[in-house]
C-alpha cells in the first residue's frame, strides 16, 4: 500500500516560492547579461534609440523561457526552476527571436523618429510615433507570450496577437498596466530595482496572459479544419522532460 503523500505546511510553501521567485530571477539576469552590458555601452547620439532597442534583442527568448518556466511550475508543481528554464529557452529562442526582432527594428525606427521628431519640433508627430510605439510594443510582448506556450506559424503569431489585444481587453489592459508599472520603477526609484523584481514580474505577465491563453487553446488548438480567417492548428509548447 502506497503511503499518503504528507500534507506540506505553510512555511515549507512560502520558502519553496521564495526560492522559485530568487531562482528565476538569477536565470532572467543571466539570460539578459548581454542587453545589460550592451545598454552601459551605449553613447548618445541620433541612433541611440535605435541601438539601445535592439539591444534588447536577446531579451526575447529570456522573456519566452521565463513564462514557459511560470507555466511549468504552476502545472507540475516541481522545484526545478533551471530545468524549465534552460529547456524553455531552448525551445523558444528562435522562434521568439523571428517574431520579436523585426518589432523590436520597427520600435527602433519609431525610436529614432520620436527623439528626432522631438528635437526638430514635430511634437505632434512624435506623439503618433508614440502611440505606435505602444501598439507595437503590446503586440511583441503578446507575441513572446504566444510563443512561449505555442507552436504557430510565425505568421500565425503576429496575426493572433493582434487578434487576441482585441479579443482580450482586460488582458491588453493588464498587459498594458504592467508596462506602467514598469516605467514607473524606473522613473521614480530606479531602473536597478527591475534586477531584482524580475521574476515578480514575468509571473505577473504569465498570470495576465493566461486568458488569452486559454482562448487560443479553445479556437485554436487541434482545430482540424480552420476556417480563412483562423491560425493554422497547432499543439501546445511541452512542458518538463
Request: contains cysteine; proline residues 5%.
Amino acid at each position: 500500500m502506497t503511503p499518503t503523500r504528507r500534507a506540506r505546511g505553510l512555511f515549507h510553501e512560502i520558502t519553496e516560492g521564495v526560492y522559485w521567485f530568487l531562482a528565476l530571477d538569477v536565470l532572467l539576469l543571466l539570460a539578459a547579461a548581454p542587453t545589460l552590458l550592451l545598454w552601459s555601452v551605449i553613447g548618445a547620439g541620433p541612433l541611440s534609440a535605435l541601438l539601445f532597442v535592439l539591444a534588447a534583442i536577446p531579451l526575447l527568448p529570456a522573456l519566452a523561457a521565463g513564462l514557459y518556466t511560470c507555466r511549468a511550475w504552476r502545472t507540475d508543481h516541481e522545484l526545478i526552476p533551471a530545468r524549465h528554464f534552460v529547456r524553455g529557452y531552448r525551445l523558444n529562442a528562435l522562434d521568439s527571436l523571428r517574431v520579436g526582432a523585426p518589432l523590436l527594428l520597427v520600435l527602433g525606427v519609431l525610436g529614432v523618429n520620436i527623439t528626432q521628431g522631438g528635437a526638430v519640433g514635430t511634437s505632434a508627430l512624435a506623439l503618433l510615433f508614440l502611440a505606435l510605439g505602444v501598439l507595437v510594443l503590446l503586440a511583441l510582448v503578446r507575441a513572446v507570450s504566444i510563443v512561449s506556450a505555442f507552436s504557430f506559424r510565425m505568421i500565425d503569431v503576429l496575426r493572433l496577437a493582434v487578434f487576441t489585444l482585441l479579443a482580450r481587453p482586460l488582458a491588453t489592459l493588464a498587459l498594458l498596466s504592467l508596462g506602467v508599472l514598469v516605467l514607473g520603477i524606473v522613473l521614480v526609484i530606479g531602473e536597478f530595482l527591475l534586477l531584482f523584481t524580475a521574476s515578480l514580474l514575468v509571473f505577473a505577465l504569465w498570470a495576465s496572459e493566461r486568458p488569452v491563453a486559454a482562448l487560443l487553446t479553445e479556437r485554436f488548438v487541434g482545430s482540424s479544419q480552420p476556417s480563412a480567417d483562423d491560425a493554422a492548428p497547432a499543439g501546445p509548447r511541452p512542458e518538463g522532460s
